[in-house]
């Protein structure tokens, strides 16, 4: 399996970027990285979902170097509404459905 | 489109009853994922089902079982309840086909309280 390593919790100012690293060593050829977003008492959110590269959408990018032994999620300008659990998933078929603890973040005025 | 709705949204039932909770997936959607959340275990995954087809099973005991209609629409069953069954149930459905899961939309969950 793929295990993950996040950082358990990350503070930030609003109007900062924020960047969210996720370990992931034993990752496999086919294994896809996936993120989402979780607020409390509601389920989890996709946000972005990557392979290798760079990947940019209207709400994160996700940076993934070459080896893909880990890969970074940036949240531009965060804001208050941003705070919330994050997730990184790594793999296909039941791996890819498997959460860790994910990180914590905490946003301050 | 309409997202993955869940019913019922809460739910209270005592120690050794059984229950049945809801899941109907965004339309086109195949693929439905069942989790508990719960504040100690975080999010675990109960199992996925696929064209009626159970494809992937988590760690959970036989108590908990589930199935999928032709429609796509989910239900998951608990038998002989037990208190830390207490927990958010998460039903995730996504245009998942057979070689990878991929971006998975949740709904708004189904709160279980067993007293």
């Known amino acids: 399996l793929a295990k993950t390593t996040q950082p358990i919790s990350m503070d930030s100012y609003e109007g900062q970027e924020v960047n969210i690293t996720c370990s992931h060593n034993?990752?496999?050829?086919?294994?896809?990285i996936t993120w989402y977003q979780q607020f409390p008492s509601q389920g989890p959110r996709f946000i972005i979902q990557g392979y290798k590269t760079k990947v940019t959408n209207e709400v994160a990018s996700l940076f993934i170097p070459a080896d893909r032994k880990s890969s970074t999620l940036s949240l531009p300008r965060v804001s208050l509404s941003d705070t919330a659990v994050y997730y990184c998933l790594v793999g296909t078929g039941r791996r890819a459905l498997t959460f860790g603890s994910g990180t914590r973040l905490q946003v301050q005025p | 489109k309409a997202g993955v709705t869940q019913t019922p949204r809460y739910l209270i039932k005592t120690r050794g009853q059984q229950v049945t909770l809801s899941c109907s997936p965004i339309?086109?959607?195949?693929?439905v994922s069942w989790y508990q959340q719960t504040p100690g275990q975080g999010l675990q995954f109960l199992f996925e089902y696929f064209s009626e087809t159970q494809r992937n099973k988590g760690n959970f005991p036989g108590r908990f079982s589930g199935r999928q209609f032709s429609n796509s629409r989910s239900e998951m069953n608990v038998s002989t309840l037990e208190l830390g069954d207490s927990a958010l149930y998460l039903c995730a459905s996504s245009a998942a086909g057979d070689r990878e899961v991929l971006e998975q939309y949740f709904g708004p969950g189904t709160r279980l309280t067993v007293t």
């Open positions: 339309s086109g959607h195949r693929s």
């Open positions: 034993n990752i496999a050829t086919n294994d896809y």
